[in-house]
């Protein structure tokens, strides 16, 4: 559809390991079922969703470099980089897009170390804790932002 805002969704390290990784935290859907649920919300609330995934920080680096370019925003769950990866903090910083942050887990009540995100200061919101409903609240909330600024 013309005029759809773009949306990259970008996974970061372990989380091609749903569905065998500790359901309590993470669910039972693979990653690749997780993205279809994704698909079905973009749908949902019109706008178009793009999947990138990957193991090697520095893979989600350039691909943040490259998004400018392509996509209208971005959302967001690096794993465990988002705990201390300052390279993914100054890349987000580069691709200079609305950004929203996704934790299936509520690493709020985790451990420590879980606690801290080193993107939340670039991003819009950051939605924790509420499962595979989180990607959907993090697509409207970005739908509202762009269609926001188009207004
Ligand atoms: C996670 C939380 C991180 O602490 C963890 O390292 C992950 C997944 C989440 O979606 O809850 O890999 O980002």
Redesign the pocket.
């Known amino acids: 559809m013309p005029g759809t805002f773009r949306i990259e969704v970008m996974h970061g390290?372990?989380?091609d390991m749903l569905g065998k990784r500790e359901p309590e935290?993470?669910g039972t859907l693979t990653l690749d079922e997780l993205e279809r649920q994704i698909e079905g919300f973009a749908a949902e609330i019109g706008v178009e969703a793009r999947f990138f995934r990957t193991n090697f920080e520095g893979e989600y680096v350039e691909h943040l470099h490259s998004l400018r370019e392509l996509v209208d925003a971005v959302v967001l769950?690096?794993?465990?980089w988002?705990?201390y990866s300052w390279a993914i903090h100054d890349a987000l910083e580069v691709a200079a897009l609305p950004a929203v942050e996704?934790?299936?887990?509520d690493?709020k009540a985790?451990e420590p170390w879980?606690q801290v995100s080193v993107i939340e200061d670039l991003c819009v919101t950051s939605v924790i804790g509420r499962g595979i409903e989180g990607y959907r609240l993090a697509l409207a909330r970005l739908h509202d932002e762009l269609a926001g600024r188009d207004a």
């Open positions: 390290v372990n989380l935290h993470y769950n690096p794993g465990a988002t705990h996704v934790h299936l887990s690493v985790r879980r």
